[in-house]
């Protein structure tokens, strides 16, 4: 007689049961909401941050685009200015969803305040 060696292997569930937290995400609960919410404006924030061109207004014409300009020194504001490499105002603060900044026109500080949520980021 010859003998026979059986090997026995062990089933695995293949269906990726293990990665299931067993409830499912209400998308409309104030807290995914919110969660959303966060997540749109660090989206926006980190676009101006890193100089993504934008539009306010949604103007079509090309000499309304700006960019965002970091400054030299590590505790310095930028500038913002437009495509064409004019510059439009020096910024003092910028937030989760606003920036502030200043021109000077005609020998008056004019103050400029931009809210990020109404401004059209340009990829």
């Not at 990726?16 to 995400?25: D, I, K």
Request: charged content about 25%.
């Amino acid at each position: 007689m010859n003998k026979v060696t059986i090997d026995i292997v062990k089933q695995e569930k293949v269906d990726n049961r293990v990665n299931n937290t067993g409830r499912p995400v209400n998308k409309k609960s104030s807290r995914q909401i919110r969660l959303r919410k966060q997540r749109l404006y660090n989206k926006l924030h980190s676009q101006f941050i890193h100089g993504v061109k934008f539009k306010i207004n949604n103007d079509s014409s090309e000499w309304q685009e700006y960019v965002y300009v970091c400054g030299d020194k590590v505790n310095t504001h930028g500038y913002i200015t437009t495509v064409a490499g004019g510059h439009v105002c020096n910024v003092s603060y910028i937030g989760r969803t606003k920036v502030e900044g200043y021109t000077f026109v005609l020998g008056r500080k004019i103050n400029v305040t931009i809210n990020l949520k109404e401004v059209t980021f340009i990829k």
